[in-house]
Every structure is written in structure tokens, then in C-alpha cells.
């Protein structure tokens, strides 16, 4: 098992950038897919951002592409999001998720085992 805590969302404004940090524990990083996901209010947990187990291949939702960047630290055992030129719309508590049932793909809440608890995000006008 692998024991996940998302830091770093806050207050910014449209415009500026966060980076998220997901520190894991229980297994090396390597051993999972990682995944980003947000959740706004009264909506659907959606995909963000995702690595394959090996860390090879990277998947964005296209909202965020050329804005979001996923990656990890394996001697921090941290993933991060590196959040830039944010817009309202990204507003959402984010978490990030472990996995290997990577069956249907790895931008579905089902293919992830272990969540984080959420770090909130907001941008502001």
C-alpha cells in the first residue's frame, strides 16, 4: 500500500502559479501510476494529470495542457503539479491517486487504489 498527502494549493490569482507536491510513503514510486485529479464544487471528480508506472509517458486533460506539468522526485518519494498561468476555472480541491488497474487507461477515478486527501486550490479574479 502506498499512504499519499497532497500540499501546497492556496489562494492565487488568475494568472499566477502553484505547484503541488503529493508526498508518498508504504512503496517506492515506482511501483504505481500516479494520477492528479480535482474535484469542484457540485462536480464530478475529474482527471488533471497522470504518469505511467514507469514514469515514461505522461497524460494531461486538455484544459490544462501547456499549463500543467506533472512530475516526481523518486529520491523524495513526491509527485508534483506544477501549476501555471491558473485561470478561475481551475478552482477545485485537487488530489492526487496511486494505482496499477490501468485497463481502461489512467484518466479514470477507477484505475487508481490509494487517494490523498486533497489540497484546496483557488484562483481568484
Known amino acids: 500500500q502506498v499512504q499519499l498527502v497532497e500540499s501546497g494549493g492556496g489562494l492565487v490569482q488568475a494568472g499566477g502559479s502553484l505547484r503541488l507536491s503529493c508526498s508518498a510513503s508504504?512503496?517506492?514510486?515506482?511501483?504505481?501510476?500516479m494520477g492528479w485529479f480535482r474535484q469542484a464544487p457540485g462536480k464530478e471528480r475529474e482527471f488533471v494529470a497522470a504518469f505511467s508506472r514507469s514514469g515514461g509517458s505522461t497524460y494531461y486533460t486538455n484544459s490544462v495542457k501547456g499549463r500543467f506539468t506533472i512530475s516526481r522526485d523518486k529520491a523524495k518519494s513526491t509527485v508534483y503539479l506544477q501549476m501555471h498561468s491558473l485561470q478561475v476555472e481551475d478552482t477545485a480541491v485537487y488530489y492526487c491517486?496511486?494505482?496499477?488497474?490501468?485497463?481502461?487507461?489512467?484518466?479514470?477515478?477507477?484505475?487508481?487504489?490509494?487517494w490523498g486527501q486533497g489540497t484546496q486550490v483557488t484562483v481568484s479574479s
Open positions: 508504504g512503496r517506492t514510486l515506482g511501483s504505481y501510476a
Open positions: 491517486a496511486a494505482g496499477g488497474n490501468s485497463r481502461k487507461g489512467l484518466t479514470v477515478v477507477a484505475a487508481y487504489d490509494y
